[in-house]
């Protein structure tokens, strides 16, 4: 965890409010009025069973759905109203996504898939790859700039999509179990070059896991049960171990991010 002075001010108006969201898939009510906030420069763990609806969470905020009911604001504007267009610029230039299994480009190359934003967003193709060199070689992987996704081992792809969710330096990235396809290893090294290339460039991450050591990364931590958000660690009461529900304990001891990124191959 990083030291008091690099904490955020959580004083100050938070970069990312949603107030009351409620989600349903027909008659499933995947969020039942859930409500958080992400600051600037923060790291935020939200942990919860399979099926809490953490990745319904962060759909929301990052504006790939829209809520049932309740807002999210984002420094200002209501995500939860603004048209597909501006929510794509949005996604292009203040958000990066990451998910479980990366969502890699399969017909291009590790470069061009980093590559991919800023050419969207309309950098020219140079400086483009010359940007996605620099974050391919800050996560490790600049040797297999030229492989394709089919190529890379899964730490490799994952720090390969954690590039492309960097490279247009977001104010926040979203990230649904990046982890979760990985074995131990190959996980802590992801997690450490997320974090410590986020604290280099002050992004805030909003970190989706039921790994209580993955969350323990985090700066701090809610959790989400039956549809709602709860301050703090997720507790095993009598109850969940009657019914044999798969609960996040408390979390464990919060680690030092290292200094430098992590450069072993996953």
């Given at each position: ?65 829209r ?11 209501r995500?939860?109203?603004l048209?597909e ?9 203040d ?19 980093v ?13 483009a ?38 490279v ?61 958000v ?5 507790q ?16 464990q ?8 990124a ?5």
């Open positions: 965890m990083s030291t008091q002075a690099e904490q955020p001010d959580r004083a100050t108006a938070p970069l990312l409010r949603a107030v009351g969201l409620k989600k349903s898939y027909g008659r499933t009510e995947a969020l039942r009025g859930a409500s958080v906030d992400l600051h600037a420069g923060e790291i935020l763990a939200v942990t919860g069973a399979s099926g809490s609806g953490k990745s319904t969470l962060l759909h929301c905020l990052a504006g790939i759905v809520p049932d009911e309740g807002l999210v604001d984002y420094a200002q504007e995500i939860d109203r048209p267009a501006r929510l794509s610029e949005l996604r292009r230039s958000f990066g996504v990451v998910f479980q299994f990366g969502q890699l480009i399969p017909e291009l190359s590790a470069l061009d898939n590559a991919l934003p800023l050419l969207l967003a309309g950098t020219a193709r140079a400086a790859h010359a940007r996605a060199d620099e974050w391919l070689a800050r996560f490790g992987v600049r040797n297999q700039a030229a492989l394709r996704p089919g190529e890379l081992s899964g730490g490799q792809g994952q720090r390969v999509a954690l590039a492309r969710a960097l247009t330096r977001p104010k926040a990235v979203f990230a649904d179990e990046p982890t979760g396809a990985l074995d131990s290893l190959a996980g802590e090294q992801v997690m450490t070059s997320l974090l410590h290339a986020a604290r280099e460039s002050g992004t805030a991450v909003l970190l989706i896991t039921h790994d209580a050591q993955i969350a323990a990364y985090a700066d701090r931590e809610v959790w989400l049960h039956d549809g709602v709860h301050s703090g660690t997720a095993v009461n009598a109850q969940d171990a009657v019914q044999g529900a798969d609960r996040v304990t408390a979390r001891i919060a680690r030092e991010v290292p200094q430098e992590a450069h072993h191959e996953g």
